[in-house]
C-alpha cells in the first residue's frame, strides 16, 4: 500500500466524515487543516434535532430537482458550513479547507462550494480550498479567486440593475 500525500490523506478523511451525512443524493465531507492538525469537521444534512432524510425522505428526489439546485427548499447544513461552526475562528485562519463527496451509487463527486458557503469560506478567513474532483484528483482553489468571482457577480448585478 502506498503512502498517502498530506492532500490526499486529508481528502481522504474527508470522505470518511461524508459517510455521517443524512443526504440521500450525495454525501460531502469537510475537513479544515491548520498546520497538519485538523481543527474541524463537518458533513452536509439537516440541523441537530431537525428531523432528516434518512428518516422521511429525500425533497429533492420527491421534486425531481436535478444536482445543484433546490437550495431554497432542501433543509441541508451544507459540509463546508458545518466544519466552519465545528471549528474555533483563530483556528481557521490562515487554513485549508478540504472537501470530498461521494454519490448513493459509491462514485466520487466534485463538491464546489456553492456561493453561500463560498462566502462563509472568505470570511472564515481560510486561504484555500482543496476538492476532491470525479475522477479522484484534487483540486486547489485560492480564496482569493472566491473573493474576486463574488466582487465580479456583485459589480455585473449593480450595472445590470443601473441599466434597467
Request: include cysteine.
Amino acid at each position: 500500500m502506498d503512502r498517502p500525500d498530506k492532500t490526499m490523506y486529508f481528502l481522504e478523511i474527508a470522505l470518511s466524515v461524508a459517510a455521517r451525512s443524512t443526504c440521500l443524493r450525495r454525501k460531502f465531507g469537510a475537513v479544515i487543516v491548520k498546520d497538519n492538525t485538523i481543527v474541524g469537521t463537518g458533513y452536509n444534512g439537516n440541523a441537530r434535532g431537525v428531523i432528516n432524510c434518512t428518516e422521511v425522505g429525500c425533497i429533492k428526489n420527491l421534486m425531481k430537482s436535478p444536482k445543484g439546485s433546490a437550495y431554497d427548499y432542501c433543509p441541508a447544513v451544507h459540509a463546508e458550513e458545518n466544519a466552519i461552526i465545528n471549528s474555533n475562528r483563530a483556528d481557521r485562519i490562515g487554513s485549508t479547507l478540504y472537501i470530498a463527496g461521494i454519490t448513493d451509487e459509491g462514485k466520487y463527486t466534485m463538491a464546489l462550494p456553492c456561493q453561500r458557503c463560498q462566502r462563509k469560506i472568505i470570511n472564515s478567513q481560510i486561504k484555500e480550498v482543496v476538492i476532491l474532483k470525479d475522477d479522484g484528483a484534487p483540486m486547489k482553489i485560492s480564496v482569493n479567486d472566491y473573493i474576486k468571482q463574488d466582487s465580479e457577480w456583485y459589480t455585473n448585478l449593480i450595472e445590470k440593475a443601473k441599466t434597467s
